[in-house]
């Protein structure tokens, strides 16, 4: 097993655990309140122990790599991370105790190298198990049951690429809300979102191509849809539109929507 790497994980089960009986808890008003470690519901032994990883990419000081995490399901599952230790210590064979860092904002991040150049060992995590893209879109945080249940949804994301062509500003406003256009060879995607007041807006399609046609897939929050009260409703239409035209949208309180444009052949 490897050492280094081990000496990591334990460094960040010992903070996760810090942060713990820190954080976790109301503040104590006496000594006697504060929880007392066989009141931690955590296999304190277990944590102690290296888990199974394999390595995607390694390099110098930046690595990146899959360890086991919790099951699911009955069902293995694997937590995505970066994780990397000073060059001055990374060519070593013992490189003995230094500062860590751990970083729960996801693995797409990039905090975990300004670590790694300060002398400090740092891990970034993504506990959905996904490997970031140089893309708009990073992860999504749910699992696979969840997705289906939306299908109409989630059928945007999916075909959406990893990387666009163009990128155009519609509309905005700063504070209140904007919209935005996305190339993807013969394909469009907007996106809008507002803040926590309902609007609705006007969205000119000048942009496209003159004398093509496209069919929209609108997705689009519902006349109840709230970010606090009502955070999944939603509705899907399509509609053929060109260049020129203009879409309605709404978008609710602290919502927001996207568009699909697919370039099609009128017969």
Known sequence: MNTKICQAFTSIFNFLLLLFLLGCVNTPTKVSDAPILSEIPWDMEQLYHCPTYRWLEKSDSINSLLFEGETYKGKPTEVFAYYGLPEKKSKLENPGKYPGIVLVHGGGGTAFKWWVEKGYAAIAIDFGGNMPLDSGWMVLPDSPEEYLEKEDLFDCIRKMPAQFDSFKILDGKIGEYISVARQAGDNWFIGLLTNREPLNVNIDLKFLPKGENYLATIYSDTEDTHYLQNKESYKVKSLKVSAG?????????????SIYLEKIELK
């Open 245 to 257: 035209d203009k879409l309605d949208f709404y978008m609710a309180p602290g919502g927001g929507g």
